[in-house]
């Protein structure tokens, strides 16, 4: 399962999550507000940002420097727990993580 904390505030936890899926793909096929995807999932629009709780940034580890230059092009809402909800996929020993969305750079 997964908690995702949307832009407005709304926290919903999703069971039945597919194996292999990311929290980009997750958060659009649920309705997640504030995930946009545009780029599709190709680490190229950052519209798909969302902060990792601190107890989960461990397992789900920090982003690569491809991602972190995309980050980077949001450094205005960045934090130290960001990531790209693209580049995050479901494998079991994510079962549980908790997600907030990032509000939209400005
Ligand atoms: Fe574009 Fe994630 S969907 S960077």
Redesign the pocket.
């Known amino acids: 399962k997964v908690t995702m904390t949307d832009v407005e505030g709304e926290t919903r936890t999703f069971e039945d999550v597919e194996d292999g899926i990311s929290l980009?793909e997750l958060a659009k096929q649920r309705g997640v507000a504030g995930i946009?995807?545009?780029?599709?999932?190709?680490?190229?629009?950052?519209?798909?940002h969302v902060y990792v709780e601190d107890a989960w940034w461990d397992k789900v580890g920090g982003p690569d420097d491809i991602e972190f230059a995309?980050l980077d092009m949001v450094a205005d809402v960045m934090k130290d727990n960001s990531r790209?909800?693209?580049?995050i996929r479901m494998t079991p020993e994510l079962d549980g993580l908790e997600v907030t969305v990032a509000p939209a750079s400005s």
């Open positions: 980009m946009m995807g545009d780029c599709g999932g190709g680490c190229a629009c950052a519209t798909c995309m790209l909800g693209c580049q």
